[in-house]
């Protein structure tokens, strides 16, 4: 079976148009807030600070 990347891509990419999937609505009556998130990989020995 071959993928078809461009026929999938086209597909999904159309979904999430028609479902405002990434729509975003901004809420001015909320206080701000800032999120970093990092997933630990194994390729950052030694080079990524870690919390102990």
């Not at 461009?6 to 999904?12: A, F, G, L, Q």
């Not at 998130?37 to 950052?44: E, L, Q, V």
């Amino acid at each position: 079976m071959e993928y078809n990347f461009r026929d999938i891509e086209k597909k999904w990419q159309q979904r999430w148009v028609e479902n405002q999937t990434y729509r975003v609505k901004e809420d001015k009556n909320k206080q701000k807030f800032y999120v970093l998130n990092m997933f630990p990989y194994p390729s950052g020995a030694g080079g990524h600070l870690r919390q102990i």
